[in-house]
T-cell receptor, first 112, second 113 residues
Framework: DTAVSQTPKYLVTQMGNDKSIKCEQNLGHDTMYWYKQDSKKFLKIMFS???????INETVPNRFSPKSPDKAHLNLHINSLELGDSAVYFC???????????FGPGTRLLVL | AQSVTQLGSHVSVSEGALVLLRCNYSSSVPPYLFWYVQYPNQGLQLLLK??????LVKGINGFEAEFKKSETSFHLTKPSAHMSDAAEYFCAVSSGGYNKLIFGAGTRLAVHP
């Protein structure tokens, strides 16, 4: 059983398109996150939700919009994709105010 | 503000040799410290963590790390490297609470025969 899953695993698209990445966790955690890993492997947090409430919103272009329909799901929608959005996007989850974050396998986005 | 510095973007060791990956942090509050490993084309897996208590923490796959407050360090070690240890290693810090992780730039470990 996969604890944190993401779909799709790979996403290749053209500039200007809109795309979504989905994340689901079956760990019963209350808190979920989106991280971006760039081509140099640098990881940076983008958003975090706790029980469907946005609690962390880093300096991210407003073309990126997270949505949490319930505490087991956190989706990321990206409008008007740009070349610089090419990266690996990781979803993670943790217990409320817990310390360990559990990461999904990542979604590799390539914008052409 | 919190930050993490990993000294050495690439480390190469022989199989059976000691592994030492360096991590220094900056935090204005008592830190929670983590080491994660990333194998090629995979997600991040927790190796070990320090929150409170014993400063020497043991993790999976024979790795351990020691929290040294006076040196603001959390270096990762393994007595004997194995070929399967070749991966990217990330040190991270958080202040607990809502648990925003701040990552270092990563260290790529290569293990050669």
């Amino acid at each position: 059983d996969t604890a944190v899953s993401q779909t799709p695993k790979y996403l290749v698209t053209q500039m200007g398109n809109d795309k979504s990445i989905k994340c689901e966790q079956n760990l019963g955690h209350d808190t979920m996150y989106w991280y971006k890993q760039d081509s140099k492997k640098f990881l940076k947090i983008m958003f975090s939700y706790n029980n469907k409430e946005l609690i962390i919103n880093e300096t991210v272009p407003n073309r990126f919009s997270p949505k949490s329909p319930d505490k087991a799901h956190l989706n990321l929608h990206i409008n008007s994709l740009e070349l610089g959005d090419s990266a690996v996007y990781f979803c993670a989850s943790s217990p409320t105010r817990g310390e360990t974050q559990y990461f999904g396998p990542g979604t590799r986005l390539l914008v052409l | 503000a919190q930050s993490v510095t990993q000294l050495g973007s690439h480390v190469s060791v022989s199989e059976g040799a000691l592994v030492l990956l360096r991590c220094n942090y900056s935090s204005s509050v008592p830190p929670y410290l983590f080491w994660y490993v990333q194998y090629p084309n995979q997600g991040l897996q927790l190796l070990l963590k320090y929150t409170t208590g014993a400063t020497l923490v043991k993790g999976i796959n024979g790795f351990e790390a020691e929290f040294k407050k006076s040196e603001t360090s959390f270096h990762l070690t393994k007595p004997s490297a194995h070929m399967s240890d070749a991966a990217e290693y990330f040190c991270a810090v958080s202040s607990g609470g809502y648990n925003k992780l701040i990552f270092g730039a990563g260290t790529r470990l290569a293990v050669h025969p």
